[in-house]
Structure formats: C-alpha cells, structure tokens
C-alpha cells in the first residue's frame, strides 16, 4: 500500500498535467480500486459506459465542462486517481462527499459526450447487444433492447428515458435508481446518433398492433355503436321537444 501511494506521487510529480497520457498499472487488485471501475459497480449506473482515461484527460473532450463544478481539474484527477492521496486525506468528509457528487457529475457530462464518439459507440453497442439497458415492455416489441437517453442536454432537467427502436417510443427505466439517474449524462443526440452508425440494429418497423376489443368487438366497432346511439338519443330529444317535453326537468314530463 505504501509503495503504491509512492507511485502515485511520483506519478504527480513527473506529470502534473491531466491532459498527459496515463501509464496505468494493469494489476488487478489496483484495477478494483479505481475510480471509474467503483463507479461502473455501483447499482443504478449499469448504464454508463467504461470511458477511455484518453479520451477524459484530453482537454479538448472537456470544453465548457469546467464551470459545472468547482475546482474542475481536482474531479478530473480525482476520476482518473491522480489525484494526491495527501489533498484527500486533508479534505473534511463533507469535502469528499461533495468532490464525489462532483466527480459522479463530470463523468456524466463527459459520458454524454463519449458515447457519440466512434469508441464510445462501439462500448455502447456492446451493452445493448447485452441488454444492458432493459427491453421493451410492449408485446409485440418481441423484448427488443432499449437505448438510453435525455430529453435534455443540460444536466438537472429530466431523468434518463429509454427508446425503443421498435415501436420508436419513450419508457421510463423499471428501477427506481435508474429514474433518478440524470438524462444529460446520456444526452439527445445518442439514440439517434447510435441507429445511424449501427443500421443493422435497427429492428424491422412492427405491423402487428394490437386493437382494443371488448367481448370479442374491436375497439372501432364499439365506437361506431357509441356514434348511433348518440345519433337515435338526438332524434329522440328532437321528437320530445317537438311535443313540448321540457328536456331541462328530471324525468323529462309533459308541462
Ligand atoms: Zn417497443
């Protein structure tokens, strides 16, 4: 564990700028201590895609990011672990827990941003092809995958909603945690975008709809029945008025 904090600050300390290339240790017990990995783990972000470090320290991915949240180049850090094991150790446990909301806010932005790029795509892909972001509820959708995405760009707007290729329509996610999950994080474009790259996931458009029947009459029909009954109610307070019923009184009797 020592060695490890040693490494990290000489990490720090040869490259004190995010923007740089990662060397990144490929051992496996660093692997589950990372940042990103925890925050992939936890329940309700099985949405969100594994980011390329690359492409989260390439400053240019990061424009007009950096006003979302106070001290912007320490959640970087933070998100990727470069961040001063000394810094973290001094920070108070409100401090941390607000440089973890904070950092749980960038990856979102910075995902929204990464998942209509060509890699981020791809990973995306590998998750839908898993189903990872649930199937659609409808019937005759035949438990076609759903795609995530925001209603809004800005963060704070809406929750995540999830499209269905199919039926070409907007689901709520089943889980709760996913309800609260931010739709900026996934943003207006993905969807869209996704469809376009990947043409052969678009499923066949359905014809099979399912017309509302009651005792065996189809919806239509019993609308049609509703219509001329309507029609004979409308004679018949034609002919009461004729004969001088007063149709404004209970009970509808001669004056
Ligand atoms: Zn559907």
Redesign the pocket.
């Known amino acids: 564990m020592a060695d490890e904090t040693v490494d990290v600050k000489m990490q720090d300390t040869s490259k004190p700028d995010v923007g740089e290339e990662l060397e990144r240790e490929t051992d496996s017990s660093e692997y589950v201590e990372m940042w990103i990995d925890l925050f992939l783990s936890r329940k309700g972000n099985e949405y969100f895609c594994d980011i390329d470090p690359d492409y989260i320290t390439d400053r240019f991915n990061l424009m007009n990011l950096q006003k979302t949240v106070t001290k912007f180049t320490q959640v970087i850090q933070y998100i990727i672990d470069e961040l001063d094991e000394s810094i973290l150790e001094k920070l108070s446990p409100t401090k941390l827990e607000q440089l973890e909301a904070d950092a749980r806010k960038v990856y979102g932005l910075v995902h929204a941003r990464y998942i209509i790029t060509i890699k981020g795509l791809q990973s995306m892909l590998e998750k839908y092809k898993d189903a990872d972001f649930g199937r659609?509820?409808?019937v005759?959708?035949n438990f076609?995958p759903?795609l995530p995405m925001g209603l809004y760009d800005v963060p704070g707007m809406d929750s995540v909603k999830l499209y269905?290729?199919?039926?070409?329509?907007l689901?709520l996610p089943k889980s709760s945690r996913h309800n609260t999950v931010d739709g900026a994080y996934f943003g207006t474009s993905f969807a869209g975008m996704f469809l376009h790259t990947f043409p052969e996931t678009v499923p066949k458009h359905?014809t099979k709809k399912y017309v509302p029947k009651i005792f065996g009459f189809e919806l239509h029909k019993q609308a049609q029945l509703a219509r001329w009954q309507e029609l004979q109610r409308l004679k018949l307070e034609k002919h009461l008025q004729e004969i001088d019923v007063d149709l404004s009184k209970n009970g509808g009797f001669k004056n």
């Open positions: 659609c509820p409808r005759y959708c076609q759903l269905c290729p199919s039926c070409e329509d689901y359905p």
